[in-house]
């Protein structure tokens, strides 16, 4: 067995080196630094989901989160294939350096934000109790009286600015340098931050748009060489990396192997909303939460496995949507939970709020006739 694995891990050492134009001048991977490189990315996928996923039972007891419909999610995977070929004809039309140029101070304003979003509660707990904790609000309106409207309406404190000045350094990290690790922390925030604030709202919606993008991920990596392209052209905080060669070369390793943040985020939306309906199941364990984690960890190292096997790319969607889609529902019929998940919605939709609403003056109306 110990046979096999090495045999497995060093044929991975070849195949999930970066290929770049030096490739053949560096030295090969040790298997146990490709090991403890995608077992830290595994690692990382797994965690903004844990998080996410409780931030966004929260999140959504606190505000009345914009919910996906069924259209929407039917939509994305066409909104995201035009996304993705237009980056694509753009990269091979420009100079990919100044577009990246362009894209790091981009994600640079995004990644301090959303850092400073998931670090406050955080940095808040630390700051002396000499810093006074002042509130402050920005606000910008449209109309006034009956048509007032508030465009933006942003709460902060003192703390949070003590939070934003430390994810300032962080980012003036990764402007100046682009380190893996400053890389890694804001793409973990955005992570985090989008299985928090995106929410499905049922299990329908949730299928839905997972199938679409397991079609989309098999289209773009198997068919074509565009999702490839983009994402070894892409430098932006869009994926989570790690370092093969970290074990030879420490921090200054620049062998990395990688994960897209769609292939955390998507899946970790509707772990999330499953999370949610456990909740509503008002029950003493969170079942399909708990199996759909490692339904995702097996979805996962199947990826992995499979990319050493065949030395190929492989879209991870492939195997992350029946684990994420099939674990549940087949653990609903089991339990006899799958009527109660299909019907199972975050918020109902505001017509039928109103419906229950007037019922009880319909009934009243009756009785009286």
Not at 97 to 107: K, P
Not at 178 to 196: D, P, Q, R, S, T
Not at 255 to 264: H, K, Q, R, T, V
Request: glycine fraction near 4%; aromatic fraction near 12%; proline fraction near 5%.
């Amino acid at each position: 067995m110990a046979s096999v694995f090495n045999v497995i891990v060093a044929q991975a050492a070849e195949n999930l080196t970066e290929k770049a134009k030096n490739a053949t001048e560096k030295p090969p991977n040790s298997p146990e630094g490709i090991a403890v490189a995608y077992g830290s990315l595994v690692i990382m996928a797994v965690l903004p989901i844990f998080f996410g996923s409780h931030r966004s039972v929260v999140y959504h007891k606190e505000n009345k989160p914009e919910k996906m419909t069924k259209k929407d999610a039917a939509i994305f995977p066409i909104m995201a294939s035009c996304a993705l070929f237009a980056l694509y004809i753009v990269f091979k039309l420009f100079s990919k350096e100044y577009i990246n140029l362009l894209l790091t101070g981009y994600f640079f304003f995004l990644g301090v934000l959303a850092l400073t979003h998931l670090l406050s509660p955080v940095v808040s707990k630390l700051v002396p109790a000499a810093i006074p904790n002042i509130p402050f609000r920005i606000t910008f309106t449209q109309g006034e009286k009956e048509t007032l409207q508030y465009l933006i309406k942003y709460k902060f404190c003192t703390y949070d600015m003590v939070s934003l000045a430390a994810c300032l350094v962080v980012g003036a990290w990764y402007l100046v340098q682009k380190h893996w690790i400053a890389n890694n922390l804001f793409g973990l925030a955005f992570a985090i931050n989008a299985v928090e604030l995106l929410h499905l709202n049922n299990v329908v919606t949730g299928c839905i748009l997972l199938c679409g993008l397991f079609f989309y991920d098999v289209f773009w990596v198997f068919g074509t060489d565009v999702m490839v392209t983009v994402a070894k052209s892409f430098e932006a905080p869009i994926k989570l990396v790690f370092p093969q060669d970290l074990l030879q070369n420490g921090l200054a390793a620049d062998n990395f192997a990688m994960l897209g943040l769609g292939d955390i985020v998507i899946p970790g939306i509707f772990i999330a909303l499953l999370l949610r309906f456990d909740n509503s199941l008002k029950r003493q364990t969170k079942t399909y939460f708990n199996a759909s984690v490692i339904a995702y960890f097996m979805g996962l190292m199947t990826t992995i496995f499979v990319m050493h096997v065949f030395k190929h790319a492989q879209p991870a969607l492939l195997y992350l949507v029946p684990a994420c889609i099939g674990t549940p529902l087949c653990l609903a019929l089991i339990k006899g939970d799958i009527t109660a998940m299909f019907k199972y919605e975050d918020s109902p939709d505001d017509e039928k709020a109103e419906e229950k609403k007037k019922e009880p003056a319909k009934q009243e109306a009756k009785k009286v006739k």
